[in-house]
């Protein structure tokens, strides 16, 4: 309780150890609960620029705001938004975003059996249409840089391969005067 140390597993902290985050940013965690994440892209940014730790659930939300104050990373808000919102509230003022988005649940199985049994009942198909809107909504906030984490192991490397192909090979729908986005 005191903020020494948070323990997660390395595959969930891969994605903010990896994204290039300077001081003086304006970062978006899309996906940030529990806050392992949005504590490490708070360290890296020493205090200067901003973060906005967002989760679409309020108890998850509830969850980051106070891992964040333990860790006393000052210079972060959470929101608790669906993306869209933010989009419309946010647009262009992100130097960078980081979506970790929901996947499957199947690096939770060795913990948590009852992902399995959510895992056989939804499959991993449940969950594509949930990454693709999260990965669109991102894209319409006009980033400078989106990085989507695809860390986790999985037994389903085909879908989320073929996932990610048709996001980054999706024909962009801004004009060519409006090159923000990549």
Do not use: H
Request: hydrophobic share 40%; proline share 7%; aromatic share 8%.
């Amino acid at each position: 309780s005191a903020g020494l140390y948070y323990l997660q597993e390395p595959s969930a902290m891969t994605p903010a150890a990896k994204f290039p985050v300077k001081p003086g940013e304006r970062v978006l965690d899309l996906c940030a609960a529990p806050g392992g994440k949005a504590t490490a892209l708070g360290a890296a940014l020493q205090g200067k620029g901003v973060l906005v730790a967002n989760d679409i659930s309020n108890s998850r939300a509830k969850a980051l705001l106070k891992n964040l104050e333990v860790f006393g990373i000052s210079n972060a808000f959470v929101t608790n938004e669906v993306p869209q919102n933010l989009a419309d509230r946010f647009e262009g003022f992100f130097d960078k975003v980081l979506i970790d988005a929901p996947c499957s649940g199947e690096g939770m199985f060795r913990r948590d059996k009852a992902m399995v049994k959510d895992w056989l009942q939804k499959g991993p198909d449940y969950y594509v249409p949930i990454q693709r809107k999260l990965l669109l909504d991102a894209a319409d906030i006009r980033l400078a840089v989106v990085v989507v984490s695809v860390e986790e192991p999985t037994l389903t490397t085909m879908r989320r391969t073929s996932f990610m192909f048709s996001i980054i090979n999706k024909p962009p729908e801004n004009t060519a005067e409006d090159s923000s986005v990549r």
